[in-house]
């Protein structure tokens, strides 16, 4: 092996290397993350009889394609009405009921995340 091959060589080893690192940080930082948040939602969900923060479910994605977190409300109300339905009207709120943004504010905490994650990656080096 020349010097140029050799060189070539340790330098895409490299950049295996630094990617694997990336990917590792990314996926720390949005489990933390979707936890983070989950907790916020749950915290701030409107408790009435317990059934709609009952219902809220945090369930993991990692397949070949993807990678994060599915969080929601899951199942209906006693009366039938889903409970994501009725979390996104407590969100959101109508003419007679004010909104209580618990989604909304948990979800804006997610501004900054690529820089949290650089933050992250840079530990790791």
Same mark, same amino acid.
């Given at each position: 092996?020349?010097?140029?091959?050799? =060189? !070539?060589? #340790?330098?895409? #080893?490299? /950049?295996?290397?630094?990617? +694997? *690192?990336?990917?590792? $940080?990314?996926?720390? =930082? %949005?489990? /933390?993350?979707?936890? $983070?948040?989950?907790?916020?939602?749950?915290?701030?969900?409107?408790?009435? *009889?317990?059934?709609?923060?009952?219902?809220? %479910?945090?369930?993991?994605?990692?397949?070949?394609?993807? @990678?994060?977190?599915?969080?929601? @409300? #899951?199942?209906?109300?006693?009366?039938?009405?889903?409970? $994501?339905?009725?979390?996104? %009207? !407590?969100? @959101?709120? *109508?003419? *007679?009921?004010?909104?209580?943004?618990? /989604?909304?504010?948990?979800?804006?905490? !997610?501004?900054? !995340? +690529?820089?949290?994650?650089?933050?992250?990656?840079?530990?790791?080096?």
């Amino acid at each position: 092996m020349d010097g140029i091959t050799k =060189q !070539l060589s #340790e330098f895409f #080893e490299r /950049i295996d290397e630094f990617s +694997d *690192t990336a990917i590792i $940080a990314l996926k720390e =930082q %949005i489990d /933390i993350e979707a936890n $983070a948040v989950f907790e916020e939602i749950k915290a701030g969900t409107p408790q009435k *009889t317990g059934g709609l923060k009952n219902s809220l %479910i945090k369930t993991s994605i990692n397949n070949s394609k993807r @990678y994060g977190h599915k969080i929601e @409300y #899951e199942g209906n109300a006693p009366d039938g009405t889903p409970y $994501a339905k009725i979390a996104n %009207i !407590l969100n @959101y709120g *109508t003419s *007679t009921i004010k909104s209580k943004k618990f /989604i909304t504010k948990a979800i804006h905490k !997610l501004k900054g !995340l +690529d820089e949290r994650v650089s933050k992250r990656f840079e530990k790791r080096k």
